[in-house]
């Protein structure tokens, strides 16, 4: 079973296309997505709309941006119904958006991990993977013997082979507000029978965002961002 493992969307049309896109030729099964369908970006409805008609099964949870905005009837009940994460999916992985434990609190540091590992073993038993969202940067946090690695996924393309003994916290990156200080879109895949997950960047085209940002009248920062990846 393969997943698509999305995150932070915040109505960024663009950068979702680009990503579904990019995505069409490389096989999944299911898709994840980690909250954050809205805010920021100028096209919430069309976001949701276009992930709504995924044609594979979903499996979503709500953000923190996902409960306030102006949206179709349709779109405003699907957020609606999202729950609030972790939620275990098919008995292998857990998702959250901010933390396990709090979906508005953020993942930055080895203590804010630890927090978060201590509390996946009274939920989540022998379960070693949770992925997370909410700080918009690409990152592993690996619980091993000799105590917390943290590493920020730099690289365009990386694969993180998961090693048994060891538990994982794994950030995907931004959809549609990158803040890595790379503007492009983030995402991953979860092999979960070859135990891989992929971490993958795709360009966009961040100038029709930010247009769309501007004509919306929406804060003009909000597109300046997108440019540089903050
Ligand atoms: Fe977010």
Not at 40 to 58: E, G, H, I, S, W
Not at 65 to 75: A, P, T
Not at 108 to 120: G, I, P, T
Request: hydrophobic share 40%.
């Amino acid at each position: 079973m393969r997943y698509l493992i999305l995150s932070d969307l915040h109505s960024n049309d663009e950068a979702l296309t680009a990503v579904l896109r990019r995505v069409k030729r490389k096989t999944f099964d299911r898709v994840v997505c980690l909250g954050d369908f809205v805010g920021y970006a100028a096209d919430p409805n069309k976001v949701l709309d276009r992930f709504r008609k995924l044609r594979r099964t979903t499996i979503s949870i709500r953000g923190n941006h996902d409960k306030v905005e102006r949206l179709s009837k349709q779109n405003m009940e699907f957020l609606k119904k999202l729950p609030l994460g972790p939620e275990i999916v098919d008995g292998r992985f857990v998702v959250c958006h901010g933390s396990p434990l709090d979906e508005d609190a953020y993942i930055f540091s080895d203590f804010d991990a630890s927090l978060n590992f201590v509390q996946m073993n009274h939920f989540a038993e022998g379960i070693d993977l949770c992925f997370f969202g909410h700080s918009h940067i690409p990152s592993i946090f690996t619980l091993e013997p000799g105590g917390i690695r943290v590493e920020a996924v730099r690289e365009a393309r990386l694969k993180l082979r998961l090693e048994p003994g060891k538990r994982y916290l794994v950030n995907p990156g931004s959809v549609g507000q990158p803040r890595d200080r790379n503007p492009r879109a983030a995402y991953a895949i979860f092999d979960a029978s070859a135990r891989v997950v992929h971490f993958d960047r795709v360009p966009y085209d961040v100038g029709a965002t930010r247009r769309k940002i501007q004509r919306a009248g929406l804060p003009a920062v909000l597109g300046d961002r997108l440019v540089v990846g903050l």
